[in-house]
């Protein structure tokens, strides 16, 4: 089953059970309460999940790792690996040297 | 951890690594670095560079396939000079007329590997051969069939984007929850395959671009592959050029659902 078939299947069963449950269709008679409860949990399950996923979005931006040292080392081993080549014979000709990609 | 199934009783099998971490990399094992590439005249030297310089310190090994398409900016007769220094067994140059797209520089790339493993990897800088030992250790702890960098996990992290770094994460997110792809990076490209496992992988993928690299991925898991982790840090050495238009979310987006309804 496709990833998008999971997510219908089982949101229409938690939809079958819900509406089993709210119109009370197996007759097993809930108390006032209960029912004050189920009817309006889609909502409440939906607010739920977009607050805990844009939790899970902040944390995860305010712990992304930001590497400098990485940069710095590359920076160096640059250098390094540029002069090492000159030695070896390696020649570039002679154009703008772009720190990236053109 | 499901491992890949191999014949138990194989006394001479290298896979037998997994029971043994201290086992040396055995003569056999040799890793094909797939380096495609579109005007990368001045990156190329410093990526083999590093590469040589990574493998030669670890003991590994391997080949270097550069599959330029036709670059005008000069890069094959960079690699030519790259192949009379480092010697045409290390660097094979199997370039291409013109611009065919990643997919198919990679299938190219294989047919040339002679290495029973292939790393795949970006050649402007932003991947640093210096993870490459962490991917083999990885690899021959777990007997994983795949491993994967990842920038969000551990201490995988990224230089150089800002505003990007957020948009990001976001779309990252959504790939979570969406696929539930069992890795946290799904849109890597710095992986270590298995030869047959990456074979396998490419006659079942479909997409383009960098979608591409997340079916992978999806699809190594419907086939039940085993998949490691290893934090990277990406660098992102092109500044201040806004490389995430709108056109790159769409089509994100687009082949992001995509997956979502077709697997």
New interface residues.
């Given amino acids: 089953m496709t990833k998008l078939g999971q997510w219908i299947s089982t949101l229409l069963a938690l939809m079958l059970i819900w509406l089993c449950l709210v119109q009370d269709l197996l007759n097993l008679g809930y108390s006032q309460k209960f029912h004050d409860v189920i009817v309006p949990l889609p909502v409440y399950l939906l607010v739920t999940a977009g607050s805990y996923s844009l939790a899970t979005l902040g944390l995860r931006l305010a712990s992304f790792n930001d590497c400098e040292e990485a940069a710095q080392e590359l920076f160096l081993q640059i250098q390094e690996a540029q002069a090492d080549l000159a030695s070896k014979g390696l020649k570039l000709g002679s154009s703008e040297a772009a720190p990236g990609r053109p | 951890m499901a491992s890949h199934s191999d014949s138990s009783s194989s006394a001479g099998s290298q896979r037998r690594g997994v029971r043994n971490p201290a086992a040396r990399a055995t003569a056999t094992d040799k890793y094909s670095v797939l380096l495609p590439t579109y ?5 190329l ?2 990526i083999v ?2 590469l040589v310089k990574s493998f030669e310190e670890s003991g590994n090994n391997y080949e270097i396939i550069v599959i330029d398409d036709g670059s005008p ?2 890069t094959q ?2 690699a030519q ?2 192949e ?2 480092y010697g045409p067994d290390k660097i094979l140059l199997r370039p291409r007329a013109k611009k065919l797209g990643l997919g198919t520089a990679y299938i190219h790339g294989m047919q040339h590997a002679t290495g029973n493993f292939i790393i795949i990897m970006d050649a ?2 932003s991947h ?1 051969p210096k993870f490459i030992p962490e991917f083999i250790r990885k690899q021959k702890e777990g007997n994983f069939d795949i491993v994967s960098g990842t ?2 996990k551990g ?6 984007w800002d505003l990007k ?2 948009i990001i ?2 779309a990252n ?1 959504l790939t979570q ?4 792809p069992g890795v946290s990076d799904l849109t890597g490209s710095f992986r270590l395959y298995r030869k047959e496992v990456l074979q396998k992988l490419m006659e079942k993928c479909v997409s383009k671009g960098y979608v591409f690299q997340m079916e992978m991925i999806v699809r190594a898991r419907q086939l039940n592959f085993t998949i490691g982790e290893v934090p990277i ?3 992102d ?3 201040g ?1 806004s490389k995430l238009g709108g056109n790159e979310i769409v089509s994100f987006l687009k082949g992001l659902l995509t ?5």
Avoid: C, M
Avoid at chain 2, 39 to 43: C, D, I, T, V, Y
Avoid at chain 2, 155 to 160: A, T
């Fill in positions: 005007n990368e005249r001045e990156n030297p410093l560079w590093l900016d000069g007769e960079v000079q790259l009379k220094i402007d800088l640093h920038r969000y201490n995988g992290g990224v230089y150089g770094r957020k994460r976001v997110f929850i969406l696929l539930r840090s990406f660098v050495r092109v500044y050029e997956l979502f309804a077709t697997t």
